[in-house]
Structure formats: structure tokens, C-alpha cells
């Protein structure tokens, strides 16, 4: 069975993937997530506190998601960073969408927990293009994870069907271009 502050936090991403986050109060995450009135608030006194709670959640979530496959070709680089974005924008775009608002709105205290992630996803892209490309393409990680963002952000707001290989294909080789 899972438990109350697990299921207050499912709803709570729920809710600010789908409504924005002024969803984000107890009231709400309490109804969301079928729990008596004042469930949520035994865990998070404050929304401050239910922010902080929200956002390390995500963290961990998608640390568990991760799987981060050992890549030793361009071409496994392309379709994991393929799967990754078609993930963010299909199954879990709720997640993705309150990810991004809690960055634009939470302060930089409570937002550590995604910078960190995001930190290592950086160091994880860094490594790979050493390895298939030397210094030169390790250096372009932020290039390439901006384009892959870029196109996260395209498939959640304007086009859900954008393609992804192509444009990922694309931004691989101009990161490994010599």
C-alpha cells in the first residue's frame, strides 16, 4: 500500500504538471489524492515545506527512471537521449511540466535538488562525448543538452508529435563534428 505523504506527493506533481503551481495547496493535494482534509499538511507544514517536498520528489523519481545505460556509440547516445525526451513529453509530461514550473517559481534553496540532478545528467552527457569525441565535443554537452531541452520544451507546449530522432541525430553530430 502506498503510503499517505507518497500518494499526497504523486497528486501534488499531478496537480502542478496539469494546473500550474498555485494548484499547489494542501486543500487541493489532499482532495487530488482522495486523502482526508488535513493529510497532507501532517507532513508538509508549510507550502514552503510541500514546495521543498514536490521538488525532492521529482529528484528522486527521476533519479529511479534514470537507468542511465553505458553508451559507447553515437548511435546509442542518440536513442537514449530519444527515448529520454519522448518519455519527458509522453508518460511523464506532468512531471516534466512541474518540473519546469517549480524551477521558475521555487527559490534557490528548495530548488538544489533538480540543479543537482540536472548537474550530474551534465556530467553524465560530458563523459560520453569525451569518449566518442574527445575535449572539442565534450565541450559542447551544454549545446547538445540545450537542443534536447529545446525540443523537450517544443513537444510539451506546441507540438507533442515534434520529432525527436532527427533533430537529436542532428545536434549529436554537430557535438561530435571535428
Same mark, same amino acid.
Given at each position: 500500500?502506498?503510503?499517505?505523504?507518497?500518494?499526497?506527493?504523486?497528486?501534488? @506533481?499531478?496537480?502542478?504538471?496539469?494546473?500550474?503551481?498555485?494548484?499547489?495547496?494542501?486543500?487541493?493535494? /489532499?482532495?487530488?489524492?482522495?486523502?482526508?482534509?488535513?493529510?497532507?499538511s501532517n507532513h508538509f507544514r508549510t507550502r514552503a515545506?510541500?514546495?521543498?517536498?514536490?521538488?525532492?520528489?521529482?529528484?528522486?523519481?527521476?533519479?529511479?527512471?534514470?537507468?542511465?545505460? !553505458?553508451?559507447?556509440?553515437?548511435?546509442?547516445?542518440?536513442?537514449?537521449?530519444?527515448?529520454?525526451?519522448?518519455?519527458?513529453?509522453?508518460?511523464?509530461?506532468?512531471?516534466?511540466?512541474?518540473?519546469?514550473?517549480?524551477?521558475?517559481?521555487?527559490? !534557490?534553496?528548495?530548488?538544489?535538488?533538480?540543479?543537482?540532478?540536472?548537474?550530474?545528467?551534465? /556530467?553524465?552527457?560530458?563523459?560520453?562525448?569525451?569518449?566518442?569525441?574527445?575535449?572539442?565535443? !565534450?565541450?559542447? +554537452?551544454?549545446?547538445?543538452?540545450?537542443?534536447a531541452e529545446g525540443l523537450l520544451l517544443h513537444r510539451?507546449? @506546441?507540438?507533442? /508529435?515534434?520529432? @525527436?530522432?532527427? @533533430?537529436?541525430?542532428?545536434?549529436?553530430? +554537430? +557535438?561530435? +563534428?571535428?
Amino acid at each position: 500500500m502506498t503510503s499517505t505523504r507518497s500518494r499526497a506527493l504523486r497528486a501534488a @506533481v499531478e496537480l502542478v504538471g496539469s494546473e500550474g503551481v498555485r494548484a499547489l495547496t494542501h486543500g487541493r493535494v /489532499d482532495a487530488a489524492a482522495s486523502l482526508p482534509p488535513g493529510s497532507t499538511s501532517n507532513h508538509f507544514r508549510t507550502r514552503a515545506a510541500l514546495v521543498a517536498g514536490v521538488i525532492e520528489w521529482i529528484a528522486a523519481a527521476e533519479r529511479a527512471d534514470a537507468g542511465v545505460p !553505458e553508451i559507447t556509440t553515437r548511435e546509442q547516445l542518440i536513442a537514449a537521449l530519444s527515448r529520454m525526451i519522448e518519455a519527458q513529453s509522453g508518460p511523464l509530461a506532468a512531471r516534466t511540466r512541474a518540473r519546469y514550473a517549480l524551477f521558475l517559481e521555487a527559490d !534557490e534553496d528548495a530548488t538544489r535538488p533538480l540543479v543537482a540532478q540536472r548537474d550530474v545528467f551534465e /556530467d553524465w552527457v560530458r563523459a560520453i562525448l569525451r569518449d566518442l569525441g574527445g575535449t572539442r565535443a !565534450e565541450q559542447r +554537452a551544454v549545446f547538445l543538452m540545450a537542443t534536447a531541452e529545446g525540443l523537450l520544451l517544443h513537444r510539451l507546449t @506546441v507540438d507533442p /508529435d515534434a520529432p @525527436v530522432d532527427d @533533430v537529436i541525430a542532428r545536434a549529436v553530430d +554537430a +557535438a561530435l +563534428a571535428r
